[in-house]
Each structure stands twice: as C-alpha cells, then as structure tokens.
C-alpha cells in the first residue's frame, strides 16, 4: 500500500486534476482535499487529521493555511 491512490475527474481534460489554485482553495476549506484531487491520499488523510487536533487546541487555521499552500505546489501524479 502505498501513495498511490489517485480521483480522476470527468472535465473532459484527460481526466487532469484541476490546477493548483482549485487545489490550494479545496485544501484551505478542507484540509488535505487539495492533496486528495492531486493524488496524495496519505498526505490528505494526515493533513485532515491534523486539522482534527490542532482545531482541538485553537490552532486549525495553521493546518487550513499549511494545507492551501502545499496543495497548490503539488505536482498531480
């Protein structure tokens, strides 16, 4: 098991992700969403499950901006 997970899209582009600022827009809503269209499932999951934790101690916005910006630099796979 690994990394390898991947959601194809019906946008009638190949089924590509979208692109990196759809990806950092999904992430800043959910946390690891922006990993998941790209391709990351194990990324996603920690970066959701971060968020779980850090909103727990009022600290979620970090894992929010975190999530925004690295999913919107991930090359899809």
């Known amino acids: 098991m690994g990394d390898n997970y991947y959601i194809h899209f019906g946008s009638g582009q190949g089924g590509r ?3 990196g600022i759809l990806r950092g827009l999904l992430s800043l809503i959910i946390p690891g969403l922006g990993q998941l269209v790209s391709g990351y499932f194990w990324r996603a ?10 909103w727990g101690i009022l600290l979620g916005w970090l894992i929010h ?7 919107s630099r991930l090359e899809p796979r």
């Open 17 to 19: 992700p979208p692109g």
């Open 45 to 54: 999951i920690g970066h959701f499950l971060l968020a779980l934790f850090l």
């Open 65 to 71: 901006i975190y999530s925004a910006w690295e999913a």
